[in-house]
């Protein structure tokens, strides 16, 4: 079965510190696809980024930054100089070629707080 | 550019009545996905539209939850005799399949703003 581990249930930075938000997760599949979203107050998840089980090359967006591991079985993903805007709960998730429905399965979560 | 749309936004109602959610999908997207999201968690899973096809439900979907989507555009989602468990966060997500190539039939989910409900 999946599993993905979001250890950190909330974490607070001031504005400007980089943030690194920790996801670890659990396939038995060998063709995955792993996800960050993002949540704000507004409630509406966001789609960030999509990394496949076969491509381990980190990708930089700006100040976005995401580092995947098979060897950890990690996909962490890192803010640069945080912003206030950046406040939010951000959900790691996973989902499996196998069964072809590709659903997602969804960490439960690290909320985000950037103080000014 | 329109995104996907649920309706409606907040739903409160008293234990053992129904509901019936909506949600709208992208227009070019062929799969669709209803989830639940409870305070403090990830969503959750319920089940999956191809089409017009349901294909997979979530043994979290009891026998009091329908979904159907009838022609393959928009779906619903209805809760039968209410209970106060069923008070959350119903998100609806829509994504395109495509055949062919690694990165194929697995394209991103994009959600709507949820239909949160609250059973007095």
């Known amino acids: 079965a999946q599993k993905v581990t979001q250890a950190q249930t909330e974490i607070s930075v001031v504005e400007k510190e980089d943030v690194t938000l920790d996801c670890v997760y659990e396939?038995?599949?060998?063709?995955?696809?792993l996800f960050w979203y993002k949540q704000p107050p507004s409630g509406e998840l966001v789609f960030l980024i999509r990394?496949?089980?076969?491509?381990?090359q980190n990708e930089i967006s700006g100040r976005y930054s995401w580092n995947f591991q098979k060897s950890t079985s990690s996909f962490n993903f890192t803010i640069t100089a945080s912003q206030v805007v950046d406040s939010a709960v951000y959900f790691c998730?996973?989902?499996?070629?196998?069964?072809?429905?590709?659903?997602?399965?969804f960490g439960k979560g690290t909320l985000l707080t950037v103080n000014p | 550019d329109t995104g996907v749309s649920q309706d409606p936004r907040h739903k409160i109602t008293k234990r053992g009545q129904n509901v019936t959610f909506r949600c709208d999908p992208i227009?070019?997207?062929?799969?669709l996905y209803w989830y639940r999201q409870t305070l403090g968690q990830g969503p959750e899973f319920l089940t999956y539209?191809?089409?017009?096809?349901?294909?997979?439900k979530s043994r979290l979907l009891s026998d009091r939850f329908s979904a159907e989507r009838p022609k393959g555009s928009f779906s619903t989602l209805e809760i039968q005799r209410t209970e106060q468990g069923d008070s959350a966060m119903y998100l609806c997500?829509?994504?395109?399949?495509?055949?062919?190539?690694?990165?194929?039939?697995?394209?991103?989910?994009?959600f709507g703003d949820g239909t949160r409900l609250s059973i007095l």
């Open positions: 997500a829509s994504s395109q399949s495509i055949t062919g190539g690694l990165n194929s039939s697995n394209q991103p989910q994009h």
């Open positions: 396939t038995r599949d060998t063709t995955y696809y």
């Open positions: 990394r496949n089980s076969f491509d381990e």
């Open positions: 998730a996973l989902s499996e070629r196998g069964g072809s429905n590709y659903k997602l399965t």
């Open positions: 227009s070019e997207h062929n799969r």
């Open positions: 539209f191809q089409n017009e096809a349901q294909l997979e």
